[in-house]
């Protein structure tokens, strides 16, 4: 029976292969596309709070 299945997936893969990889490939642009934004928000959002940081640092320094 497993053989059977294996055999019938790979049948429908080859017959269906080109709708397959469209959605494979439509369905990894959208997570790489999500990755990326989160990625850059992540980066700006350290980046504002370093900036905060070093500012209050800078002022607490100029304080003394």
């Not at 989160?38 to 640092?57: D, F």
């Amino acid at each position: 029976v497993a053989i059977g299945i294996l055999i019938a997936t790979g049948i429908w893969l080859m017959r269906h292969w080109d709708e397959v990889k469209a959605f494979a490939t439509a369905t990894w642009e959208t997570i790489k596309n999500w990755l990326i934004s989160t990625w850059e928000a992540t980066k700006k959002k350290a980046s504002e709070v370093w900036e905060g940081i070093k500012s209050s640092l800078i002022s607490a320094w100029n304080s003394i």
